[in-house]
């Protein structure tokens, strides 16, 4: 030991600085306040307030943890727990290293904000979160078929109602054409129409008020469309 409050205990052992404690065989601490325990575990100079335990261990970041056989921490309050751990992000704790990684087995569930997740928390979490996207994915789409069956509905009764007026014009037409060639001071004429399967049936009234003015009524039905015209005419 190198200052009166350290301890080192083993061959080649060195505890540097006060409050240190090396134990164990090439057990080194070279910062303030650490403790290495175990054959060659090892503390950098500017880890102070470090621990490194097992055969190999080392620290090189202040206020960092090392147990296992080989562990290392090399960040600032890095914790490094098992053989072959490294853990080299600030505050954080590590279970293995890349490529040789290990679970984390028996997590209680967490009950706040900052606790760990289990794997049957986050499976029920997703579970409950599929379920209510399921839900809502399912009212969309009820919603959605009663709106396509309302549109449809609807270009339905207007397809209905397009032939309707067809079949009506095509009835107009047909009672006109039917009294065109009578030359009598009184017409009456009727017509039917169709179209798409929908019919109409058309009837219309002139009356010849002298030989050169006519005044003329008419109208046409075809369901629960209805349509009426009148109109007159003069020649000189």
Sequence with gaps: ANHVTGTAIGGSAYAHGPNDTAIGSNARVDADGSTAV????????????????????QVS???????????????????ALGQGSVADRANTVSVGSVGGERQVANVAAGTRATDAVNKGQLDNGVAAANSYTDSRYNAMADS??????????????????????????SAMLNMAASVGGIATQNRVGAGVGFQNGESALSVGY?????????????????????????????GW
């Design 206 to 234: 002139q009356r010849a008020i002298s030989p050169r003015a006519t005044l003329t009524v008419g109208g046409a039905l075809s369901g629960d469309d209805r349509s009426i015209g009148m109109g007159a005419g003069f």
């Design 38 to 57: 175990g054959a060659n575990t090892q503390i950098a100079a500017v880890a102070t307030n470090a621990v490194a335990m097992g055969e190999g261990a």
């Design 61 to 79: 970041a202040a206020s960092g943890t090392a147990i296992g056989q080989g562990a290392r921490a090399s960040a600032q309050g890095a914790v």
């Design 144 to 169: 959605f078929e009663t709106y396509q069956g309302d549109i449809e509905d609807r270009l339905r009764r207007q397809n209905r109602r397009l032939d309707r007026q067809g079949a009506m014009s």
